[in-house]
């Protein structure tokens, strides 16, 4: 299925894990900002230097170093077949960009995919997430937790906590969030492209329900 997709949603709303899960089931590239932000800030790139002091703080990384990242990764050939935006776009400006880069790609977004969850939910998620350094396996504590304690089923790895996932940021990711991210929902809707996905059920239920909508779509 070629779907161009976005999805959007609070942090530690299963977007990520979500993402992972159907990019995979689809056979279409999984695109994460986030993702794409600590790869440049693991290997200390000029790009990743400058992230760093926006994402150590919950704080958005500005829109043009954001967008062009973002560009870049368009240029490359296995969007064609179609994608999921994960974490972009994340403020009015950037989905302005993004429409008007697709356009002129003539890849316009099939569907947004809004991923609902309440803040306690969200804060418990997020202080119990822990991640594969080598392969960015996600995992949790309590409700997603390795076989053995802190290490990666796939590689053996010990499980790291994001930096950002310590209760302060937290709290400020989520300000962040509905200060500049939650005005997408009503610019999505007026488009018609949003889809609300209850992110509080298991992620199998999920990426069942999210299959059966792109198939009546
Ligand atoms: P995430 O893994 O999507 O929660 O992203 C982690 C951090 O990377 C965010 O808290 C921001 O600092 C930064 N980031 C990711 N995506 C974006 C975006 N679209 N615009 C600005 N900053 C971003």
Redesign the pocket.
Known sequence: MKTRMIFLGP?GAGK?SQAKILANKLNIPHI????M??YHIKNNTKLGIE?KK??DQ????P?EV?NGMVKERFNESDVKDGFIL??????PE?ALYLESMLNELKMPIDIVLNITSEDEVIIRRITGRRTCPVCGSIYHIDNFPPKVPNICDKDGATLVQRK?DSKETIMK?LEVYNKETYPLIAYYTQTGLLVDVDGNRDLEVITNDVLEILEQK
């Open positions: 942090p990520g994460s900002t986030g993702d932000f600590r992230a926006y994402t919950g704080q958005l990384v829109d954001t994960d974490g972009y776009p994340r403020t950037q950002d990711r």
